[in-house]
């Protein structure tokens, strides 16, 4: 671990203490997870704090933890994971936060604090489903309107639900149940036997 990377960690650590649930330093970053109901506060304090000054949000991105190691994990299943930029300091960080609930999952929005984690969440709830309160236009981004489901969910259909076409009879988009035959999708091997270099 870099003398920066060691002195970022003692930091967070001092000032966050037992707000942080896990933390864990590999390729020279650091990681850090709370607790939902933690979470704005320890996002405020990273942003804030004079030893942090993580000013900038650059990302976040949901995560569906279900079929996660072989499927031998067994924590929470959705989390959303976040990622801070101390230009001023010049160090990055990784924050990750479970939702405590698998079958409706939800956390606080951080669009009062970063205003760029607008679109980002709206892309974690079509995607994964996750429900951000307090998000002034939760409402889906990459999705048709009328999509059924989260297709980045570990249990959603490889082939989906429904599939759409223009119709140009009816002049209108039309949906229909899907009708791709399953496939297996192995490549077969062929070998020429007699083939000869020379």
């Known amino acids: 671990m870099t003398t920066r990377l060691q002195k970022l960690t003692e930091n967070v650590q001092a000032v ?11 390729l020279n970053e650091l990681t850090i997870q ?38 031998t994990w067994e924590g ?12 001023t300091l010049n160090h990055r960080i990784r924050l990750k936060v479970f939702s405590p ?17 607008n679109w980002f969440e709206r892309e974690s709830f079509d995607l994964f489903g996750i429900m951000y309160d307090g998000h ?18 570990k249990d959603f259909p490889m082939i989906g639900n429904v599939e759409m076409r223009y119709d140009p009879v009816q002049q209108r988009v039309i949906y229909e149940p899907v009708s791709i035959e399953l496939r297996n999708n192995v490549p077969r091997v062929i070998r020429d036997e007699g083939f000869h270099n020379g």
């Open 16 to 26: 966050l203490g037992e707000k942080i649930t896990k933390l864990t330093v590999d």
């Open 34 to 71: 709370c607790g939902a109901k933690d979470m704005l506060k320890v996002v405020k304090t990273l942003r804030d704090n004079k030893k942090l000054k993580f000013e900038q949000m650059i990302d976040l991105c949901g995560v569906d933890y279900s079929d996660y190691a072989d499927g």
């Open 76 to 87: 929470l299943r959705y989390a959303t994971v976040y990622h801070f930029l101390s230009v």
């Open 101 to 117: 609930d698998d079958e409706f999952p939800v956390l606080p929005t951080l669009v009062d604090l970063f205003p760029v984690a």
């Open 136 to 153: 002034p236009d939760l409402r889906r981004l990459l999705t048709d309107y009328g999509f059924v489901g989260h297709p980045f969910r």
